[in-house]
């Protein structure tokens, strides 16, 4: 016997005084659906859903509606087998949503089986039985087992519930409907002294239109059309001369010709037709923004979700938009999307990155929305804009010194045919030796990262005159970061680098690589590469050292040649590559190259070749 924990309905319409901000979807369960075999999403009060195509944004709404969406009917409910996890042998569906802070009347009195504490949570269970898929849907004030009961139905949609808009809109189908509420409510609205003024205007226009009706069957063609009709008419029959076919225009009564308003532009008094598709999405969403804002005797709260708002904008639109619908909609509202205009709109720990794992199910970094990204992102400071948010869509992100290894490493990828575009990998310019708040970053998103650095020596702070490898040990550090470090690596990197010596000659210490080749082939394994020494010198020892000498003048000598590369880096780099970049062919089996080579082999292990 299912129990129901429904109050019976106490009237139609309830005066709604509290913070519509208040309630909000603090967290959802999804094990079995779809592409996420186990999958725990933590929300916000306002969330941006992003991830590759096909990763599962959509089915992550999906799972919600299910839930909440007030326009699925039973037959949706009934699950096929392919909503099942594909990839292991998936009986069972759940999903579970966790709603937090519920003061809102509409819901605490109808809706029994929430906490004291404002808690309520909803699931829904579908099982796969040999010749069908049966469901039920459960509610109670916790996760726990005797606090879950099923109910009869999801009826409690018609107080708690999601408005959801696709990412394939029927623009023209929403305009027409909207536009019919936007007029009523409009009407309801109007005082007695502007009810008494349009009055006297719509009786003014039916007069007009009574004339227009007049008018128009005197155009001497539609005349002479009549005309024929009627001859016609007349031979079939006596009886058709009683009463004679003319053309009307219809436009006799004011409420006919009200209805069939379109919506279009005005420029200078002149209509136009209302063009592109950008303009149209616009209307469109600030048409449902305000169809959607409750009232004072609102009997319902909803959470918003709209997929990709960005459809057709150019850049700019594209944030105003993201902020428009956050300070328009009142409660919470979560967006998907594939622009990086909209992702740098949002704070970061409002951001969901969903990405695929090696079993092809699909999970969110830092189970969502997190204090981790938004520390992450906190401790970059003022650096947050030059980090480009199209790297938060990467699956691989390879991060360099500065704009010359920059340019080198996009060349070069293209020389050596790897396609960082189809591969989905970025290479980042962190302007410097600052790697690790990006490489935080990374983390938090769940976003696999290489690391190409120069192997620098340096002086040893507050010593007599001595050296170090300061490269070694910033590229150990970054080992240190990955999260699949194994404990052996990490004692066996820890003992080679204490053997490394001080010195207080340059030279010497730079000959000094008996562990230098075991600790750089620990950090390669991980996809930390060192340089030999830097870009530069690396470039003009490797195969392309004749290309170099030809551009900067074979009579200079070798250390003049290279002192002049580092002159100028990002400039004279550009200006090399720029005659000489097929050159770089020479490079596919060089070191230089292995970064992206080690990025390659990362999304085709994980992703496929195809």
């Not at 049966?134 to 606090?147: A, I, N, Q, V």
């Not at 009706?213 to 079939?236: F, G, Q, R, V, W």
């Not at 470090?485 to 080679?496: G, I, M, Q, S, T």
Request: hydrophobic residues 35%; aromatic residues 10%.
């Amino acid at each position: 016997m299912t129990k129901d924990y429904l109050c019976p309905s106490q009237g139609q319409n309830f005066i709604s005084p509290f913070n519509w901000t208040c309630m909000y979807l603090r967290q959802l369960f999804i094990k079995g659906f779809r592409n996420f075999k186990e999958i725990t999403v933590n929300f916000d009060r306002h969330c941006l859903i992003i991830g590759s195509n096909d990763v599962g944004k959509t089915n992550l709404l999906q799972a919600l509606r299910i839930l909440l969406d007030k326009g699925f009917s039973i037959y949706d409910y009934e699950l096929k087998e392919s909503d099942f996890f594909a990839y292991s042998d998936c009986r069972q569906i759940v999903i579970r949503a966790y709603f937090a802070d519920i003061t809102e009347e509409c819901i605490t009195s109808r809706i029994t089986g929430i906490s004291d504490e404002g808690d309520l949570v909803l699931e829904f269970q579908a099982e796969r039985q040999p010749r069908k898929t049966t469901y039920k849907f459960l509610l109670g004030p916790s996760d726990k087992p005797e606090d879950l009961n099923e109910i009869d139905g999801p009826s409690y949609k018609r107080f708690l519930n999601l408005k959801y808009i696709g990412s394939r809109r029927e623009f023209w189908d929403y305009i027409n409907k909207a536009k019919k509420d936007l007029l009523l409510k409009a009407k309801e609205t109007r005082t007695e002294d502007l009810i008494e003024n349009d009055e006297i205007l719509y009786q003014d226009i039916e007069n007009k239109l009574n004339e227009v009706d007049k008018t128009i069957p005197e155009l001497s063609y539609i005349k002479n059309a009549t005309n024929n009709i009627n001859d016609e008419l007349n031979k079939l029959s006596i009886h058709n001369s009683s009463q004679k076919i003319v053309f009307n225009s219809s436009a006799t009564e004011a409420e006919g010709l009200i209805s069939k308003l379109i919506i279009s532009s005005e420029y200078k008094g002149k209509k136009l037709l209302i063009g592109g598709e950008g303009r149209i999405n616009q209307i469109y969403l600030s048409l449902w923004a305000s169809q959607n804002q409750p009232t004072d005797i609102s009997t319902e709260v909803s959470i918003i979700c709209i997929e990709e708002p960005e459809a057709y904008l150019h850049p700019h639109q594209q944030r105003e938009l993201a902020s428009y619908l956050a300070k328009k909609l009142s409660g919470q509202v979560i967006l998907t999307t594939h622009s990086p205009f909209i992702v740098g709109e949002f704070s970061p720990n409002e951001i969901i990155r969903l990405y695929r794992c090696s079993d092809n199910s699909t999970v969110a970094a830092s189970n969502g929305c997190s204090e981790i990204i938004g520390r992450s992102f906190s401790d970059f400071g003022y650096r947050m804009s030059v980090i480009p948010a199209e790297a938060f869509f990467s699956d691989c992100v390879i991060l360099v010194e500065g704009p010359s290894e920059l340019i080198f490493y996009n060349t070069l990828a293209k020389q050596i045919g790897v396609d960082l575009g189809r591969l989905n990998i970025s290479i980042l310019n962190v302007g410097g030796v600052g790697f690790i708040p990006y490489i935080d970053i990374l983390n938090a998103l769940s976003i696999h990262w290489i690391v190409r650095t120069d192997n620098d020596i340096t002086k040893v702070p507050n010593s007599d005159g001595n050296y170090q490898f300061s490269g070694v040990n910033r590229a150990v550090n970054f080992l240190y970061h990955k999260k699949n470090l194994k404990e052996e690596d990490k004692k066996e990197v820890e003992r080679l680098k204490n053997t490394f010596p001080v010195s207080n000659d340059r030279r010497s210490i730079t000959g000094t690589y008996e562990n230098f080749v075991r600790i750089k082939k620990i950090l390669e394994n991980y996809g930390i590469f060192l340089a030999k020494i830097d870009l530069e010198e690396d470039l003009y020892k490797s195969s392309i050292n004749s290309d170099l000498k030809g551009f900067y003048f074979p009579c200079q000598e070798d250390e003049e040649i290279v002192k002049d590369m580092k002159k100028r880096k990002a400039s004279r780099m550009y200006e090399f590559l720029k005659e000489n970049k097929s050159c770089l062919v020479k490079l596919a089996c060089d070191d230089l190259a292995l970064p992206l080579l080690k990025a390659k082999n990362y999304i085709e292990t994980n992703y496929g070749t195809y």
